[in-house]
């Protein structure tokens, strides 16, 4: 009998044109999208890969690194059509601030872009995530809303409850019959795509690794629409005319799709308020103005206290330094450990600062992600994102290879920056080894295996949405009157 | 007899849960993203107080446009600070604080509202409106008195029409008043004009959608049907037509790369560096500098203009792209009026440079220089460069779809 009911589904939506309409839509809008996106990408990674090049050329040596700074740059997401996420707000390098000095560098995110697309900003992004929860959930709407209340107003379900057939049957048909439908013109458009942007030679699979996150998505785009027919069954099951599933399931659609989400950053701004990168800033300036002072008054304190130096003018010094006086050899070792000695301090505590402000953010942020997943519209925006590497785990990612390169420069450039004061004279920096090699802060891109730990819950949240909804179409089929 | 149709469609709509809820969402969607607007434009003021230039430095910044509360548009771009020094002018980002969850959920402005959610909305209003009465068989009825099928169509779309524009001025209205008790978001009267100018463009979009349902509901037999070929024309329309525009744009105009341009200023940089070490003069080095590069940018503008313009020509085939290009050009936020500010930040760079050129002798930091200032295009403008052909454009779909939808209903059986 499921057989039976089955087919009759799968041939009524053909006749219908649902299923062209749908196959049509899919077939134009996800190759369009996969088209724009990547084009979008490989535009993006020719410049990146211009700037690597000429950068390599700049900043060869030390001495380079010391005239034009320090930069690293962020290669762009390859799987950025499955969601473009927050790509276009990450900064797309990091600098050094001012001049590297014995107390550490400076590295700071640089926010320069040029706006190359204003009909990008306009229109918004095309991407996977974009197409799946809002064309095709609209499709999805289409497909279900009548489903069970279209047959009770043609009076066909009547007569089909008149006969032996389990309802459970029924409903379980009507959900394989549209779900069938509806992967199959999905897959057709994603296959469309893959072979429209192969052919076009900007595919995204020339990057190694790429196929897994793109299955992981493609999968989990196909058990959000299967979710959401479930919940289209569910309304369907719940109304009395068409009209009325038509009205409910658009509102819980706008609901699910732009109003949780959004009002999830919100509540989450309230709960958990954090404070501005620009207070953080001020505060990690000022820790570095009371740490330069310090620095100041142990040196000036030492230069007044120690023996054989306090009475010493500035020419004496500089004479005895010349001549090798043990007494002056003293006095630099000694302040050359105050100043590692506070550098140290200073480092941990701005390491401190930040560490405090990246915890503030990332409870913010898991608050709102954790609301937010009272949609499944949130839940797969969640699993695209962090699964085409423009989530939050690559915010955090190139947030710790900041870290990293300031790391890397201190102990290749800082660390051998000493200077040495006495009274108005400041000198040194004569060991940094100009001729080496500049730093560079490799790329680590983030591991799927760490994606997917971030995005595991919404995968399961998504068929645990999938196995809800149904169940819940299929309770209220069977206390369904279908007179 | 039209308006006694027009006030049934009304009364019934009245009556029936699908206005209840479409007004629920209307309350809900509109207050929702201006709230969230509202929030988004706060924080970018107090993002701005941050970061505005001391006086006489170099940095050309605008404040965020309250009517991006509206229509968000390209106002992020706009609202970047423009650097400006003898190398040119670099881009940063405005925003310094936040969290980038705020950015993972983009806020829906109003007019994405209008354009995505409100339009399904009156193809909702439309899609059986026709189709449903023969299924019903009242339309047998109607139709057998003495009035004419032009009245019934036009009372149709009339009680439709008021159906959805009433509560939707309403609560926009509502929300906007509601808005202005905040005494950090301050309209003008211009603006607050802008904002109404705004708001009829809208009703003009939806004015179409809904003809669009009804034409479609008199030329299918079954309102499930009609529902599937409005959906289809929606995608295209909303979503189609405006990616597809751009994406065609790009194969006919051909534009250089933000990197070729960058890499043609070093080299002209490195050149003129190079000169002035072997003992030429470093004043008209940075003079020469400054005249190739803006030239440069003169002719990168020039292509990206012809891009814009055939992107838009193309994407007009579609009234949300018409609809989207002229409401965000009203409220200030468009790709002509951020075109127009990147012409004024190079006009202050020119001001800068000549200012430097002329005081090459001066210490740097003793140097003022003068403060950057933007008027934005007056509705004239604005209306002469586009707006006012996008809004005949919106009339012209208005009028088109429902004469089609007359002359299909002429013809339509009703048996």
């Not at chain 1, 535009?43 to 090049?53: F, K, L």
């Not at chain 1, 109304?239 to 109003?259: K, P």
Request: with cysteine; proline share 4%; aromatic share 10%.
């Amino acid at each position: 009998m499921f057989r039976i009911i089955y087919k009759k589904e799968l041939l009524e939506n053909i006749q219908n044109y649902r299923f062209l309409m749908a196959l049509v839509i899919c077939l134009v809008v996800i190759p369009l999208g996969f088209t724009v996106s990547q084009k979008d990408y490989v535009d993006r990674r020719q410049v990146y890969d211009d700037t690597v090049r000429d950068d390599a050329e700049l900043r060869k040596t030390v001495q380079d690194f010391l005239v034009n700074g320090g930069m690293a740059f962020r290669p762009p997401a390859a799987l950025g059509l499955l969601s473009s996420g927050v790509e276009m707000v990450l900064p797309n390098a990091v600098e050094t601030r001012g001049f590297v000095s014995e107390e550490g560098a400076q590295v700071q995110f640089n926010n320069s872009r040029r706006l190359d697309n204003p009909f990008t900003s306009l229109f918004g992004r095309l991407d996977l995530a974009f197409i799946v929860t809002t064309v095709l959930a609209v499709l999805v709407m289409i497909f279900a809303f009548n489903a069970v209340v279209g047959e009770k107003e043609r009076r066909t379900l009547a007569q089909v409850m008149a006969n032996a057939v389990p309802r459970p049957v029924v409903i379980a048909a009507k959900m394989a019959a549209g779900g069938t439908l509806l992967a199959a013109a999905f897959l057709s458009g994603v296959l469309a795509g893959v072979l429209l942007t192969t052919a076009l030679g900007i595919d995204p699979f020339r990057e190694a690794g790429a196929w897994a996150p793109f299955g992981i998505g493609v999968g989990a785009s196909l058990v959000f629409l299967m979710a959401f027919y479930g919940f289209g069954l569910l309304v369907s099951s719940l109304s009395r005319s068409s009209v009325s599933a038509m009205v409910t399931l658009l509102s819980c659609w706008v609901a699910l799709a732009m109003i949780v989400p959004k009002g999830s950053v919100v509540v989450a701004k309230l709960v958990r308020p954090i404070k501005s990168q620009q207070v953080v800033e001020l505060e990690k300036s000022q820790v570095r103005r009371q740490t330069e002072r310090d620095i100041d008054a142990s040196v000036a304190k030492l230069s007044q206290t120690m023996p054989g130096i306090k009475d010493m003018s500035s020419d004496d010094y500089f004479k005895q330094r010349k001549a090798k006086n043990p007494v002056i050899e003293a006095y630099e070792k000694e302040q050359a450990r105050l100043r590692s000695e506070f550098t140290a301090r200073l480092n941990a505590d701005l390491d401190r600062i930040d560490a405090a402000f990246d915890a503030e953010r990332a409870a913010q942020a898991a608050a709102a992600r954790t609301i937010a997943r009272l949609s499944p519209v949130s839940c797969l925006v969640n699993a695209l994102t962090e699964v085409a590497g423009t989530g939050f785990a690559e915010d955090e990612s190139w947030r710790e290879a900041r870290s990293r390169y300031k790391q890397i420069i201190d102990r290749d450039i800082a660390s051998k920056a000493q200077m040495t004061q006495f009274k108005d004279f400041s000198y040194g920096g004569g060991n940094l080894p100009r001729k080496a090699p500049a730093p560079k802060l490799p790329a680590v891109p983030v591991p799927l295996e760490k994606r997917m730990a971030a995005v595991w819950v919404d995968l399961v949240l998504l068929a645990i949405y999938g196995i809800l909804f149904f169940a819940a179409a299929y309770v209220a089929f069977l206390r369904y009157d279908v007179r | 007899m039209t308006w006694t149709i027009a006030r049934k469609e009304i009364l019934s709509n009245l009556l029936s849960y699908k206005f209840f809820v479409v007004l629920l969402l209307m309350v809900l969607l509109v207050a929702t993203s201006l709230f969230i607007m509202h929030r988004d434009f706060n924080q970018r003021m107090a993002d701005y107080q941050i970061i505005r230039p001391k006086p006489g430095d170099p940095i050309a910044l605008v404040a965020p446009n309250p009517l991006a509360i509206f229509a968000k548009g390209l106002d992020d771009a706009m609202t970047r600070s423009f650097e400006v020094s003898i190398t040119g002018i670099e881009a940063r980002a405005g925003k310094v604080s936040g969290n980038i969850i705020y950015s993972f959920f983009p806020a829906p402005d109003f007019l994405y509202v209008v354009r995505v959610v409100l339009s399904l909305v009156a193809l909702l209003f439309g899609f059986d409106q026709v189709s449903r009465e023969r299924e019903q068989g009242t339309l047998k009825l109607l139709l057998g008195g003495s009035v004419s099928r032009a009245k019934v169509l036009l009372g149709k779309w009339t009680g439709n029409f008021l159906s959805l524009a009433v509560p939707f001025l309403l609560v926009t209205l509502i929300a906007s008043a509601l808005l202005m008790l905040d005494p950090n978001v301050h309209f003008s009267g211009g603006q607050l004009g802008r904002l109404a100018l705004m708001l009829a463009l809208s009703l003009l979009y939806l004015g179409f959608f809904l003809s669009l349902g009804i034409l479609v509901s008199t030329m299918t037999k079954k309102a499930a049907t009609s529902v599937v070929v409005l959906l289809f024309l929606w995608s295209l329309f909303v979503f189609i037509i405006p990616n597809l525009g751009t994406l065609i744009a790009r194969q006919f105009v051909s534009i250089p790369s933000v990197r070729a341009l960058s890499e043609k200023r070093e080299q002209t940089w490195t050149r003129e560096v190079l000169l002035s070490e072997r003992g030429g003069n470093w004043k008209e080095g940075v003079r020469t500098i400054n005249r190739e590069n803006d030239q440069m940018e003169q002719d990168y503008r020039l292509k990206f203009e012809r891009l814009v313009r055939l992107s838009r020509d193309i994407n007009r085939v579609s009234p949300a792209a018409s609809f989207l290009d002229a409401s965000s050009e009203i409220a200030g936020t468009g790709i002509g009026e951020e075109s127009r500010l990147k012409e004024e930040v190079v006009r202050y760079k020119d001001a800068v440079i000549a200012q430097i050129l002329a005081n090459w002798e001066s210490v740097k930091k003793d140097r003022q220089y003068p403060m950057f200032t933007y008027k934005p295009r007056s509705l004239s403008d604005i209306f002469a460069s586009g707006a006012l052909f996008d809004t005949a454009w919106l009339i012209f779909f208005n009028i088109l779809s429902f004469a089609l939808a007359y002359v299909a209903f002429i013809r339509y059986d009703v048996r």
